[in-house]
């Protein structure tokens, strides 16, 4: 029998569907509320309660530490499957063929030209300019070069705009990069899988030999498996409101990649590195830091640590610290950065606060420390974050418009003036 929420405002009883999905999570469906209720509304600053979709790609249970892509789990995924196959998941529900993947691999190789006016707009951007507003911008401006990809009406459009943006991105993003170091740009090279040819744009030299690394390979891959997709997280959220106006994927992907710039959120593997060099620094001294973040007049908080939904741990840094420890100890690199993130986490998870206030190290306490093992520069990091998690908001962008989800515009309660008459300047 389907379960049923009673509201009761001023003595008068409303009814609300409960809905349960499919691990047997609960949600009040209030969709008729304003209507019944004569206009009352709900509020819940940052949606700590609010479901604002249903779907079928990523579940994950906050207490118990579990994550799944369209129901395969994240531990099982970064062991065994490679990051297109990952993407292929997300994106169309199921894990691709042979055949699928290679053709979705191939179709993605066709489309990986830039047009080359788009270096004039990288160009225009000084070279200190952060890598994730340069990126942000330039997939916004992408949507000129490529039109058609705005009005997808039909899968097969919607297709085609998936394809392009998974060719293209990791394009800009090694070209981010190589502005920065003053490399010449260029394209890659269509004989090598999706990571490598990443790995290869981001990192080979005009005058040196590229050197293939399978174990730097398979470090990335992983990584960014990890980061394919994790529900209605804030840059995911800004990437459904967006596409919800009917804006278009990629100005849409634009918005999303904004949002994971902050030190909140993907902004946090940068913010970890820099917090740990500057405790490095300051002579190692951890017990200050977990008191200063303990601190409440101190606006210092211990990056990498807590999540808005991981209450127990978060399955993913369970796996990235392994994973660092394997890369580092392959690739023979000793960073005391990584002692000093191992001496943090372990007073953290013996202190009261933290305990108490059930806040574990996140994905990103330990990636930062990979990609700086793999010669990744930190202002690069979230940009390596966007490149893992886009497939995951091109999932989500795509669920919402097959379900031709609604505009998403939330209500508020005014807090403001009452009405008062307009005063003219000069009795002001
Ligand atoms: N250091 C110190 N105290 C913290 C931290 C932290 N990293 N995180 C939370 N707290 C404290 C808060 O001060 C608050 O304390 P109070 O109850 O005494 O007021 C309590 O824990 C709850 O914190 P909220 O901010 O309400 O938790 P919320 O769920 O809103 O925030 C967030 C989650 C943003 C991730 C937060 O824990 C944080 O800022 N962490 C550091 C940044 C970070 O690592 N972000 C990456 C997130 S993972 C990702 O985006 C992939």
Redesign the pocket.
Known sequence: MSKIATLEIDGNKYEFPIIEGTEKELGIDIKTLRGATGGVTTIDP?Y?NTGSCESGITFLDGEKGILRYRGYSIEELAEKADFLEVAYLLIFGELPTKVELEKFDSDIKEESHVDEDMKKILDGFPKSAHPMGVLSSLTSALIAFNPGSVDVDSEEEMYNAIVKILAKFPVLAAWTMRKRKSLPLDYGDNSLGYVENLHKMMFARPNKAYEPNKLVYDALDKLLILHAD?EQ??STSTVRIVGSSHAGLFASLSAGMSALWG????G?NQ??IEMLEAIKADGGDTAKYIAK??D?SDPF????????VYKNF?PRANIIKKSAEEVLGDLGIEDPVLDIAKGLAKVALEDE??VK?K?YP????YSGIIYRALGIPTEMFTVM?ALGRLPGWIAQWKEMRLRKEPIGRPRQIYVGENYRPFVKVENR
């Open positions: 940052g700590k994790h997280n804030c030190p909140l959120h993907g946090a913010a970890v973040a303990k409440k908080r211990l990056m990498g640590f807590g999540h808005r978060d606060y933290f206030r806040l996140n994905v990103d306490f974050f």
